[in-house]
């Protein structure tokens, strides 16, 4: 399962801290997903990148803020984070960004603790 | 907003009996609905999923029904074995923007 990799696997950050997510995808995929995953809560999206333009902006607050340098990478940049920030974050990935016909192929996470 | 409720949050089954997890959607144009299994410590990952025109679907031990009248669908897995203990999403398409909305998840525990 070496598709869509993600690292940190495990991030522990304070609420003054900077710090930022990578995922990767060797694929050849076009689009890809930021998803926040807390504990018995629906899967939340929270970006969408598709040919490297953001599509999609769930409301999320501004100390989340996703960059797209090309179609394999995918970063999320983390600044003055809240404890409730505290989660799974997914990455994931599919070839166009229709899920009828284009599967999310998600990434292992990173487990974010925020102090 | 548009939601998704799945029910039950936590399901224990004997091994070898059957399990049965529904979810509700609210947007009427929903027309696709994936079914993502997420074991222990690792990624969601697509078992199966169902298109509106079908009111069924079957890969082995694993179906999905759909009632789009009454608006839900439903995992159902035959013949359980340990290697289903998992946590299954259901998700529905969002027909204005193609975004998948996302229950909150069912825990399969399956008992030996």
């Known amino acids: 399962e070496t598709g869509v990799t993600q690292t940190p696997r495990h991030l522990v950050m304070g609420m003054t801290n900077k710090k930022s997510l990578k995922c990767e995808q060797h694929?050849?995929?076009?689009?890809m997903y930021w998803y926040k995953q807390s504990a018995k809560k629906p899967l939340e999206l929270m970006f969408v990148y598709n040919f490297k333009e953001q599509t999609e902006n769930n409301s999320v607050p501004s100390r989340f803020s996703p960059e797209c340098p090309n179609s394999s990478h995918l970063f999320l940049h983390l600044h003055t984070l809240q404890p409730e920030d505290s989660a799974l974050y997914l990455c994931a990935s599919s070839q166009g960004a229709d899920p009828r016909t284009d599967t999310q192929y998600f990434g292992p996470g990173t487990r974010l603790t925020v102090l | 907003g548009e939601n998704v409720e799945q029910h039950p949050s936590t399901l224990s089954v004997q091994e070898g009996d059957s399990a049965v997890i529904k979810c509700t959607y609210s947007?009427?144009?929903?027309?696709?609905f994936p079914w993502y299994k997420q074991e222990l410590g690792k990624r969601p990952q697509l078992i199966i999923d169902?298109?509106?025109n079908v009111g069924e679907k079957k890969d082995q031990r694993i179906a999905v029904t759909l009632n789009k009248t009454a608006k839900h669908f439903s995992l159902h897995i035959t013949e359980t074995q340990p290697e289903d203990s998992a946590v299954y999403f259901c998700?529905?398409?969002?027909?204005?923007?193609?975004?998948?909305?996302w229950g909150a998840g069912t825990k399969l525990i399956i008992k030996p």
């Open positions: 947007d009427s144009a929903s027309n696709y």
């Open positions: 694929l050849g995929h076009n689009a």
């Open positions: 998700a529905a398409l969002m027909d204005s923007n193609y975004q998948l909305i």
């Open positions: 169902i298109r509106s």
